[in-house]
């Protein structure tokens, strides 16, 4: 599949850019206490925009798990919800924060958007703050499996 190519952003572009245009600079201390390692992280259906989202919940399992790549599976963030009514917290900024930190320090982090987060499909192909945006991939285990990853 080729990316697609955009003569003007699509009309719910701004969506993006209205949840992204408050995150934070500052990074908050990371607790050095308890880390673990992996080699890849999965998540999917967070729904960021919705009352419903556990963000502070994901927010401590990103700071304290470390991975390779992590893949963003699909309904990250809930564009259906958002269309309806804004809700867009601070916990909902760190966890996007702290996926862009994470990829700027080397994390591969790939986001498939799904059903719910559609306005990002006019992104494929394209990076945002290092996180790739893709219609599927294939992700390789370590024994050599190969898994089609997709929405």
Not at 20 to 29: F, I
Not at 51 to 63: F, I, S, Y
Request: proline share 5%.
């Amino acid at each position: 599949m080729q990316p697609s190519t955009l003569s003007s952003p699509p009309a719910d572009a701004h969506l993006v850019a209205q949840a992204l245009s408050s995150v934070p600079a500052a990074d908050p201390a990371d607790d050095p206490d308890t880390s673990y390692q992996f080699r890849t992280l999965w998540l999917s259906d967070i729904h960021l925009g919705t009352r419903d989202c556990k963000a502070d919940a994901l927010l401590e399992l990103l700071r304290h798990c470390h991975a390779e790549t992590i893949y963003l599976v699909g309904d990250i963030i809930d564009g259906w919800q958002l269309r309806k009514g804004w809700y867009w917290p601070q916990a909902h900024n760190d966890v996007v924060q702290k996926l862009l930190r994470k990829a700027r320090k080397g994390c591969r982090v790939i986001f498939i958007p799904g059903n719910h987060d559609d306005l990002a499909r006019h992104y494929v192909g394209l990076h945002f703050g290092g996180i790739e945006v893709l219609s599927d991939v294939v992700h390789v285990t370590v024994d050599g499996t190969r898994l089609w990853i997709v929405h």
